[in-house]
């Protein structure tokens, strides 16, 4: 498999999040040679909080994900990676059922209070009892320490694992967040994304929890995309074990610290997107709306003819006006601006008489490319990153049920 | 060039219309060793329709189009290939009135009676003087047989020369309809397309033909995509000279036959799509309206993750359901049907039991693949058309300009 080379020198060493153990096993379900299985022990009281796609044909785990989460407390999480369950009817829903049931009797707690999340192959059955039948034997093997297993565990098309940490203060005591993400392609979250999951040891009720997990999610995942296809498996989980004991208080510096694990876990999917070779980054201001910015930005994002030229090294930024103009929302073609690696391009409606593109050449050469534009009618503003479309892309997804 | 393996074996010989004249010259723009100006002039008497890109950031050629056709009288039509005069300022719209005052000269009548369209590079001014110095020149050379010549001057990525012919009756009188069109990439038309130009010699009121061509319009070149990526440029008109001079009357025959050449040109369009090697059929049945049928189907010929499949030959249904479930269109999940080539591999909400692969792979590995959706909740239906996601797209588009 060739490594994105996007991805970083070295993954990060995530510290222990008190109350929270890992270990990862090889199921066999779909990959052979490599675990495929995630189960993380969470200690009781741990509070919990997701967010999800919003597909029409969401899988069996998101359905009963968003059961369990009515209960805001967690004692579990199962991953498994190589088949998605989603769009398998009953008798998914059943496959859900019974690894449920059998975490629960591992650990003494209720239904809703395992959550499951399924990544890979649409359509097919899961062979859940591949995953019941070594539960109890991974279970011996839960650690502290496991996170780069489990990182690795979650992944399917992903090139490298994606982890991230910070450390925050909430009323005097300090507290941890660790995050772990897979996604390269079909990335175009929608609400949520691919699979990431959080854990802190903060002490923080779920309202409060689900509250700023939305809140950070919204710029985050919501605002990457890759292929513009949103997944039936989405999920975004939180879960806070309370053992920091910190009193309930300020959550500005928590709310920093998380945002900015989300945000490193979502530039890692896009680093790590399926061809990707360069990471683009597309600030929309002058909007009639954040909510306009960001469609306009998306609009950009997802075009193949953007992605293509970018690929390419070629600044064809035509291609980003007609992104703009069919994007359905309010620009003013005369005062539209464009500007790519710091030099401006177009203004007042055409290209900038000053602009020669020798001046983007290495720009456009190098793995990050900076394009902001604004379209002059507002002060909406968003940032969407997306990476470019290379002949990877096509490579991969010929080929990845073979 | 590689042309199209969707190509037809050989291309229609037009007949002459009534009225219509052509020619087609070398400007040099930006195409050295062809054509790449097209000049049609139409008879006194003809009547107009058309309809143009949605988008926001239309050409300057569209603007002046619209304008134009309040006379609802056409007297010529101008076109040049390899720039699209977009984005172009007011600089764009002074070139567009030099073509078009140069024309008015040359034929005696007013500016609202040319049409001007242009093809291309977008953002780049477009060297009007090329075309206006020899204006006069290709006049001489006018003739009501170079009909593959004029689809031919059009082309910017097309592979092959886009041409349908019809014949229909109006109130007893024979009418014939000329089509021609270029398109190959940025192709999901808004309420229009790339381009096309239909010519009949029927008598047909300014607004009766208005009418009839939305009408046609709809459910042809606007339900074709390539790319999902919207032009600037999309112009779609429609002349008749009156020269059959059949009486008013009942214009069933006549749309049939229109609707027939529309759909033609809209089938070529996607056959030449960028990097096509199959041609792809979806119909959605079931949907709430006709509008949620077609949004459906659009959003799985738009995903790049069906597409890719598609070119690898791989009948990975379960991307379909992703595709299904991100349209944001009410589907009931438990009664999804899907059926590829004729063969039913899921119902009611999981793959269909009965369904082995084996049975569509040699539907899978020819150049027409036929699906059908079902989404189970009303009487909405839809067909949409797009080709496969192919290596050679991304280099196209990767080189375009170079």
Redesign the interface.
């Known amino acids: 498999m060739i490594i994105s080379p996007l991805a970083p020198a070295s993954t990060p060493d995530l510290p222990p999040v008190d109350g929270v153990r890992l270990a990862a096993a090889r199921s066999g379900i779909r990959y052979k040679d490599r675990a495929d299985i995630l189960l993380v022990e969470l200690t009781e009281g741990t509070s919990a909080a997701g967010v999800f ?6 899988s069996a785990p998101v359905l009963a994900c968003r059961d369990a989460l009515k209960s805001g407390k967690a004692r579990a999480l199962v991953v498994n990676s190589g088949n ?1 369950n ?7 829903v059943a496959s859900v059922a019974r690894v449920v049931d059998k975490c629960c009797a591992l650990l003494g707690c209720a239904p809703s209070e395992i959550y499951t999340a399924s990544t890979g ?5 899961l062979p859940d009892e591949k995953i019941t039948s070594i539960l109890h034997k991974t279970a011996d093997t839960l650690s502290e320490s496991a996170w780069n297993d489990a990182a690795r565990a979650i992944m399917t098309t992903d090139t490298y694992p994606k982890m991230a940490t910070r450390q925050a203060q909430i009323g005097g005591a300090r507290v941890t967040i660790n995050g772990i993400a897979k996604g390269s ?2 990335i ?1 979250p ?1 609400m949520a994304t691919m699979l990431a999951f959080v854990f802190t040891d903060a002490t923080i009720p779920a309202p409060v929890l689900q509250t700023m997990l939305k809140e950070a999610n919204a710029s985050t995942f919501n605002c990457i995309t890759v ?6 498996s989405d999920t975004l989980l939180l879960f806070a074990t309370g053992k920091a004991k910190n009193p309930a208080g300020d959550y500005t510096d928590f709310k920093k610290a998380l945002h900015e694990v989300l945000h490193e876990l979502a530039l890692h999917i896009v680093k790590d997107g399926e061809g990707a070779e360069k990471l683009v980054t597309i600030t929309v201001t002058g909007a009639a709306s954040d909510a306009a910015a960001k469609r306009i930005g998306m609009s950009i994002a ?4 953007v992605k ?2 970018i ?2 090294g ?1 600044a ?4 980003i ?11 003013d ?2 005062k ?1 601006m464009i500007t790519i690696g710091g030099v401006t391009v ?1 203004k ?4 900038d008489p000053n602009y020669r593109e020798s001046q983007i050449e290495t720009h456009m050469k190098g793995r990050d490319i900076d394009i902001n534009v604004d379209v002059g009618v507002g002060k909406g503003k968003a940032t969407v990153y997306t990476c470019d ?3 990877r ?2 490579d991969i ?6």
């Open positions: 796609t919003q597909s029409l044909t969401a998605a989603a769009f398998t009817g009953s008798v998914g192959v649409i359509g097919e059955r392609g079909m175009a929608d292929d513009g296809d949103t997944s039936t997802n075009s193949p003819l293509t030229a690929a390419a070629d064809n930024w035509g291609r006006v007609m992104a703009v103009g069919k994007a359905g929302e309010k620009a073609r005369d539209l177009a007042n409606g055409e290209a479309l290379t002949h892309y096509i997804n010929g080929s990845y049920r073979t």
